[in-house]
């Protein structure tokens, strides 16, 4: 008497092993890229956060006299980024009156969007 199912169960735990590895490649390619994007995200906000830091000892120097009056502070955050700071010496100490962080990366606008005009070319 012949046996008609193994063939088939083979080939179904064949195909199962494979999904298997096919998804826990995935699962690895996905957390490494996760893990990369943590480190980059942590990597961005301890720029910021010794940039801020930087700040605060620039206006803690103004306030104690040994800065000018007025200053406008330029801080480099990392590579693409700067930290532009108007800080104005007042009656109630050094105040920020203007924050804002700017690329300095090239960015080219691309405003061309084909669209066809119904004529052939």
Avoid at 45 to 58: F, G, M, P
Avoid at 73 to 81: G, K, S, W
Avoid at 90 to 106: C, H, P
Wanted: charged share 25%; aromatic share 6%; hydrophobic share 40%.
């Amino acid at each position: 008497m012949r046996n008609k199912g193994i063939g088939t169960a083979s080939f179904v735990l064949i195909a199962l092993v494979l999904a298997l590895i096919c998804f826990g490649t995935l699962g690895l390619y996905s957390a490494k890229m996760q893990d990369t994007r943590v480190d980059q995200a942590i990597a961005a906000s301890k720029a910021y956060h010794e940039t801020i830091s930087e700040l605060e000892i620039k206006r803690l120097r103004m306030e104690r006299g040994e800065e000018p009056f007025q200053e406008s502070v330029t801080i480099p955050i990392d590579d693409n980024r700067v930290l532009q700071v108007l800080l104005v010496n007042e009656a109630g100490g050094v105040q920020i009156k203007n924050q804002t962080i700017e690329s300095k990366a090239d960015w080219i606008e691309d405003t061309h969007i084909p669209v066809w005009d119904g004529k052939e070319k």
